[in-house]
T-cell receptor
Framework: GNSVTQMEGPVTLSEEAFLTINCTYT??????LFWYVQYPGEGLQLLLK?????DKGSNKGFEATYRKETTSFHLEKGSVQVSDSAVYFC?????????????FGKGTKLSVIP | DGGITQSPKYLFRKEGQNVTLSCEQN?????MYWYRQDPGQGLRLIYY???????QKGDIAEGYSVSREKKESFPLTVTSAQKNPTAFYLC????????????FGSGTQLSVL
């Protein structure tokens, strides 16, 4: 079945540091890949997505590239801010059997300190 | 403002009691989902519905029930058969043919007294 593995947290960085959160996946077919972000006490929001190999998703300074050869979708940001403190989830889509579902990783908590 | 509303934000369940979590959306989305979030476990799918009057079990449906009588509403009942109900519950929706983006509510934290 499908699965998503992302790096264990928590991750603590100083403001303006470089961020990488690793994500690898296992899937049949050609899934779309997503990063969602969850701020404390809230639901998830879509951060970025990529629908095919070599696509790069980007939003709010975050980027991730769909790497089919390494089955990866690592999240990066060049200079993090305190406001980026949140839990980040990598996910893939599954449109098999006529339905649509997302499979999520376990989440990585990021804390950015001033 | 369009969106998904979950209520209540906090809910407490007594032993042997059924409780119902509300999820309402005014986005005119066909598909709706319920996820359970446990610390360090990510999100797990409980039930989903692709159209009114139809729903399917997800990965962890045991101890839960749903209904989809209206397009806007997808309530989740946590029954007494669910022995470990303490978790954060998230409702989501998606438009058919949409670009696979899920819209999430702000969640309900359920705790056992």
């Amino acid at each position: 079945g499908n699965s998503v593995t992302q790096m264990e947290g928590p991750v603590t960085l100083s403001e303006e540091a470089f961020l990488t959160i690793n994500c690898t996946y296992t899937a049949t077919g050609y899934p779309s890949l997503f990063w969602y972000v969850q701020y404390p006490g809230e639901g998830l929001q879509l951060l970025l997505k990529a629908t095919k190999a070599d696509d790069k998703g980007s939003n709010k300074g975050f980027e991730a590239t769909y790497r089919k050869e390494t089955t990866s979708f690592h999240l990066e940001k060049g200079s993090v801010q305190v406001s980026d403190s949140a839990v980040y989830f990598c996910a893939l889509s599954d449109s098999g059997a006529g339905s649509y579902q997302l499979t999520f990783g376990k989440g990585t908590k990021l804390s950015v300190i001033p | 403002d369009g969106g998904i509303t979950q209520s209540p934000k906090y809910l407490f369940r007594k032993e042997g009691q059924n409780v119902t979590l509300s999820c309402e959306q005014n986005l005119n989305h066909d598909a709706m989902y319920w996820y359970r979030q446990d610390p360090g476990q990510g999100l797990r799918l409980i039930y989903y519905s692709q159209i009114v009057n139809d729903f399917q079990k997800g990965d962890i449906a045991e101890g839960y029930s749903v209904s989809r009588e209206k397009k806007e509403s997808f309530p989740l009942t946590v029954t007494s058969a669910q022995k470990n109900p303490t978790a954060f519950y998230l409702c989501a929706s998606r438009a058919s043919g949409e670009d696979e983006k899920l819209f999430f509510g702000s969640g309900t934290q359920l705790s056992v007294l």
